[in-house]
């Protein structure tokens, strides 16, 4: 399992994980094992960076050095 702040951005931009699901195009079931710490590909993690507004070279600072 790999650290990641994907909860801490999205609670912090008051969105529930379902609107973040939604807008990022994914499952609420996917989301909830991203937020868990289990690994992603890269597209989900580029659907999860766009939804949550973020850039793509924003992806080591949520997703950490090694993803």
């Known amino acids: 399992m790999v650290e990641n702040k994907v909860k801490e951005i999205r609670e912090s931009l ?3 994980k379902s ?3 939604r ?3 994914i499952s609420l079931v996917t989301l909830s094992r991203i937020e868990k710490g289990e690994n992603c590909r890269l597209e989900t993690q580029r659907k999860i960076l766009l939804a949550l507004g973020l850039k793509l070279s924003d992806k080591k600072k949520i997703f950490g050095p090694f993803n």
Do not use: D, F, T, V
Request: glycine share 12%.
């Open 19 to 21: 609107e973040l699901s």
């Open 23 to 25: 807008k990022a195009g």
């Open 14 to 16: 008051l969105m529930s």
